[in-house]
């Protein structure tokens, strides 16, 4: 067994860790990421952390399947908990929410120091709000699509960032020329979402006026960034 085939949402993190890097998985579950990249070569060793044995015992598997067991350390813990800078320089956290994810990063302050590949399944304005407000800056953002569904890698590193818009912590911040072919796409997604949540909030009995004029301000900024975005690729 010489290749794992991730799937396009792994692979989209794995091109974006460094050759020779040091590489903690938060939240590893199989443990294909790190074992891919040990079989290309990428990496040397790995750290792989769950909070459940349960899923640890499925990445031992798939390591033990591939002959890459001895070179991923698997640590039953709650996220980056004992880890340190001399133990990981890119640290990847993927699969869970937001919020969880600004939580094992508050807990690990070192990690401003250290690459990070960011993929919340849920609550990415609240991380995108955290990272911004505690040091973070926001390198990257990339759109990768798997089905009808839609996943974003952030590219972080500690720095100072430009406050965010409203709209732009839902969706990322947008630059003209870069590469980000699904974003289109992901941006009529969100403004779908948006009208729909905007109709259920219009229906509601005990809705405040102002929470009424945030998310209709919300829905015109997101309008915006979309014509942007259209404009551009013309």
């Known amino acids: 067994m010489s290749k794992l085939e991730l799937s396009p949402r792994l692979a989209a993190i794995a091109a974006q860790v460094p050759q020779g890097a040091r590489l903690a998985d938060i939240g590893t579950d199989h443990a294909y990421l790190p074992t891919a990249l040990l079989l290309a070569g990428r990496i040397e060793r790995a750290v ?61 302050p070192w990690t401003r120091e250290a690459r990070l590949l960011l993929q919340p399944m849920t609550g990415q304005p609240a991380l995108r709000r955290w990272l911004v407000e505690n040091g973070y800056c926001i390198q990257r953002e990339q759109i990768v699509r798997e089905g009808e569904k839609f996943y974003v890698i952030l590219t972080v590193r500690g720095g100072q960032s430009q406050p965010y818009t409203p709209a732009e912590l839902w969706v990322g911040r947008q630059t003209q020329g870069e590469d980000n072919p699904h974003r289109l796409d992901y941006l009529r997604d969100q403004l779908r979402r948006r009208e729909r949540a905007l109709a259920g909030m219009r229906q509601s009995v005990s809705l405040q006026p102002e929470d009424l004029a945030r998310e209709e301000a919300l829905l015109v900024e997101l309008s915006n960034l979309e014509k942007e975005w259209s404009a551009w690729q013309r």
């Open 48 to 108: 792989a952390s769950d909070v459940r044995e349960g899923p640890l015992q499925r990445g031992r598997e798939t390591a033990r399947h591939y002959g890459q067991e001895e070179n991923i350390t698997f640590r039953c813990c709650d996220g980056l908990e004992g880890l340190t800078p001399d133990q990981a320089d890119t640290v990847v956290i993927a699969g869970m929410g937001g919020e969880l994810i600004a939580r094992i990063l508050s807990q690990a």
